[in-house]
């Protein structure tokens, strides 16, 4: 069974720093895009970061210059490291990978989410 297990939320002040942790696991042969998503109630589910096999990044305009997206692919995990957190950051972050499994034809995986949120 392949699993995509998000870590690393919480609640944090304006200004603060949270490093999220994305880890694929199961029977993967490879990788290929690793994203990161945020969804506040009411709004569609938006792409914050992505980055693809070959290390390309990129960002939404709006956590260009505070957010840092990377992987690690001999952990198979992936990281979203958010700095000058502001409320509107506020929201549940999403992983999603486009993985190719073994005896599967299933390409696109989602974590559970796991909850940011930025206060005063």
């Known amino acids: 069974q392949v699993q995509l297990v998000e870590s690393g939320g919480g609640q944090v002040q304006i200004g603060g720093s949270l490093r999220l942790s994305c880890a694929a696991s199961?029977?993967?042969?490879?990788?290929?895009?690793m994203a990161w998503y945020r969804q506040v109630p009411g709004k569609q589910r938006e792409l914050v970061a992505s980055i693809n096999s070959g290390g390309s990044t990129k960002y939404a305009d709006d956590v260009k210059g505070r957010f840092t997206i990377s992987r690690d692919d001999d952990k198979n995990t992936a990281y979203l490291q958010m700095n000058a957190l502001k409320p509107e950051d506020t929201g549940v972050y999403y992983c999603?990978?486009?993985?190719?499994?073994?005896?599967?034809?299933?390409?696109?995986?989602w974590g559970q989410g796991t909850q940011v949120t930025v206060s005063s």
């Open positions: 199961g029977n993967i042969f490879t990788i290929n895009d």
């Open positions: 999603n990978a486009e993985m190719v499994v073994v005896a599967s034809l299933q390409r696109d995986y």
